[in-house]
């Protein structure tokens, strides 16, 4: 059982920068990839960028193309997604993933406020 650990949200003025980080322990990483969707207020879930594990390669949701930056430490299993020029629009419940072989895992979520 994978086990996930989030930290780095609060809150932001626009166009400011936040960085968030989740730990996972407790799996083998060969084959997994990890990522970040977000819940808005009233909105649904969305994907919002993803790592693979091997080789690193990163897919992002259009929405944030060119403002965020997904990256991982071998070393310390983390994977870090930089956000720069936040708007208003990227408030929401920030949750890290951890997929392998079609089993998904989620962190239990935290918050991203960002002010206008």
């Known amino acids: 059982q994978v086990q ?12 400011g920068s936040l960085r968030l980080s989740c730990a996972a322990s407790g799996s083998p990483f060969d084959g997994s990839d990890m990522g970040w969707y977000r819940q808005g ?3 649904e879930r969305e994907f919002v960028a993803r790592i693979f594990w091997v080789g690193g390669s990163t897919s992002y949701a259009d ?9 991982r430490d071998n070393v310390k299993n983390t994977v870090y997604p930089q956000m720069n020029s936040l708007k208003p629009e990227d408030t929401a419940i920030y949750y ?7 089993s998904i895992s989620w962190g239990q979520g935290t918050q991203v406020t960002v002010s206008s």
Do not use: D, M, N, W
């Open 63 to 71: 929405s944030v193309k060119g403002r965020f930056t997904i990256s």
């Open 4 to 15: 996930l650990v989030e930290s780095g949200g609060g809150l932001v003025q626009a166009e």
């Open 41 to 43: 207020p009233g909105k």
């Open 96 to 102: 890290c993933t951890f997929r392998r072989f079609g």
